[in-house]
């Protein structure tokens, strides 16, 4: 049984019965949000930076990593892999969106634009077809919408 997390320039990787830490990809800049895809055995992950940030991705038994989204993305703090539909969603708080693309980086479309003003975390629920994600603006609430983006609503203010 494994932990995956990153603390800003690392993700790792904690063995929870030998508490034995590997570093799986080092020399981000502000690594954000991260979620592991088993089927493929593949991190995605969010660098987020004030230049340029971007979604990227690892497989197993690849050594390098694989940049999916860097144009039009300002701030994507959360994101989050449909292991279903074979797609990545994700928060992008510089933008107010929520979108989302196939795991390769292909088909990238906006889903959310309206009614966010700062979302941050995200969360999928494939199997009913449900998204939900945090926001952190002026109006704070926890959202929830049709994994396409309809029937978007507040459900927590």
């Not at 949000?33 to 055995?41: A, F, K, P």
């Amino acid at each position: 049984t494994y932990l995956l997390f990153t603390n800003k320039y690392y993700i790792r990787k904690l063995d929870l019965r030998s508490k034995k830490e590997s570093i799986l990809v080092n020399n981000l800049t502000n690594s954000v949000g991260l979620d592991y895809d088993m089927e493929e055995d593949c991190l995605y992950w969010s660098d987020v930076t004030a230049v340029r940030s971007s979604i990227q991705r690892l497989c197993h038994g690849e050594t390098e990593k694989k940049t999916l989204h860097s144009s039009a993305l300002h701030n994507p703090d959360g994101l989050a892999v449909d292991w279903i539909g074979r797609n990545l969603y994700w928060c992008d708080k510089g933008q107010d969106t929520i979108e989302v693309s196939k795991l390769d980086g292909r088909f990238r479309k906006v889903l959310i634009n309206k009614g966010l003003m700062e979302p941050r975390g995200i969360a999928l629920y494939p199997q009913i077809g449900e998204m939900f994600w945090t926001d952190w603006g002026d109006k704070p609430h926890i959202g929830r919408a049709w994994m396409d983006g309809s029937n978007s609503q507040q459900i927590v203010t």
